[in-house]
């Protein structure tokens, strides 16, 4: 069975400072890996996506990811955070079509100005 | 174009009561899973509905059930809830069936406090 690890909880980062959160992943095949982000209150809204191709993949609002396959790593990076990307991070993955996507445990965004 | 909608945001229970939430899937979705997102922690997968009919569950027990009708939207019920059912939950839309492999629609999640 698939499984997600966010090693940190909590990050902080100066606004217009780059960031990078950290997902590790565990699943035998290719997965399907996701970003979403949860702002307080709000339900989760997707950031990215890698299915297949291009590791590097591109974003909403700045965000980028690199999927290694070497290090079962999916990190999320954005050049120059600004105080509005505070929010929760989530990476998931997905084993396939009909099989359900499993979150890591969050990390939480702190952004000071 | 409307996109899931979760009823109600907020309710607040007694231990060993039953609660009933709703989600309408976002338009052209026919499939709806549920997701516990307890405080600090991220989702964790309830059910799916497709076809009016369960198809995954995931480590929760028979006091978690739900339903699917003819028009997408679905209905998460907790029997006998406990403190611990507090949390919020998510509904999220996809289509045709397919949830690993494709982006999820979240709604914007019910708070359930139990008391």
């Known amino acids: 069975a698939q499984s997600v690890t966010q090693p940190d909880i909590h990050i902080t980062v100066s606004e217009g400072a780059s960031l990078e959160l950290r997902c590790n992943y565990s699943?035998?095949?290719?997965?399907?890996l996701f970003w979403y982000v949860q702002s307080p209150g709000q339900g989760l809204q997707l950031l990215l996506k890698?299915?297949?191709?291009?590791?590097l993949v591109q974003g909403i609002k700045g965000f980028e990811a690199e999927f290694k396959r070497s290090q079962s790593s999916f990190n999320l990076r954005k050049p120059s955070v600004h105080w509005s990307d505070a929010a929760e991070y989530f990476c998931?993955?997905?084993?396939?079509?009909?099989?359900?996507?499993?979150f890591g445990k969050g990390t939480r965004l702190h952004i000071l100005p | 174009d409307a996109g899931v909608t979760q009823s109600p945001t907020h309710l607040i229970k007694t231990r060993g009561q039953q609660v009933t939430l709703r989600c309408s899937p976002k338009?052209?979705?026919?499939?709806v899973s549920w997701y516990q997102q307890a405080l600090g922690q991220g989702p964790q997968f309830i059910f799916q509905?497709?076809?009016?009919?369960?198809?995954q569950r995931g480590n929760f027990p028979d006091r978690f059930s739900g339903h699917q009708f003819p028009n997408y939207s679905s209905e998460l019920n907790v029997n006998a809830l406990l403190l611990g059912d507090s949390a919020l939950y998510l509904c999220?839309?996809?289509?045709?069936?397919?949830?690993?492999?494709?982006?999820?629609?979240f709604g914007q999640g019910t708070r359930l406090t139990v008391v």
């Open positions: 999220a839309s996809t289509r045709g069936g397919g949830w690993g492999n494709t982006e999820a629609f």
């Open positions: 699943y035998g095949a290719t997965p399907y």
């Open positions: 890698y299915f297949s191709g291009d590791t």
């Open positions: 998931a993955v997905g084993a396939g079509r009909d099989d359900k996507i499993i």
């Open positions: 338009s052209g979705h026919d499939t």
């Open positions: 509905y497709y076809e009016e009919e369960e198809r």
